[in-house]
């Protein structure tokens, strides 16, 4: 069956950084587009980055770009989201989305699985 895990959260200064991995299995990842979507307490899901399926294209949320960066290794069948220059806004529930053709989407209804989410929580 089809399996998102996402890790690498934790508590990370303002300023710093963390990389998040989600390992992915049960489908041929080098056939489908991904995202990252966070999710901030008493907030709405926000899609923050997509990647298409081989790695060509990339897109990011305004609130994002020139910070984070979205990678894959089809070969390890994994999706990394690197995040840089860390602010308390991007305190959420991280998590990765498989989109359900080649390219990614920030329409949610383009997405067919996701996983469990990583916490990643920005503060001194």
């Known amino acids: 069956q089809v399996q998102l895990v996402e890790s690498g959260g934790g508590l990370a200064q303002p300023g710093g950084s963390l990389r998040l991995s989600c390992a992915t299995s049960?489908?041929?990842?080098?056939?489908?587009?991904m995202s990252w979507a966070r999710q901030a307490p008493g907030e709405g899901l926000e899609w923050v980055s997509g990647?298409?399926?081989?790695?060509?294209?990339?897109d990011y949320a305004d609130s994002v770009k020139g910070r984070f960066t979205i990678t894959r290794d089809n070969a390890r069948n994994t999706l990394y989201l690197q995040m840089n220059s860390l602010k308390p806004e991007d305190t959420a529930r991280y998590y990765c989305r498989k989109a359900r053709g080649l390219d990614y989407s920030r329409n949610w209804s383009d997405y067919d699985y996701w996983g469990q989410g990583t916490q990643v929580t920005v503060s001194s």
């Open positions: 049960g489908f041929t990842f080098s056939n489908y587009g």
């Open positions: 990647i298409n399926s081989d790695g060509s294209r990339t």
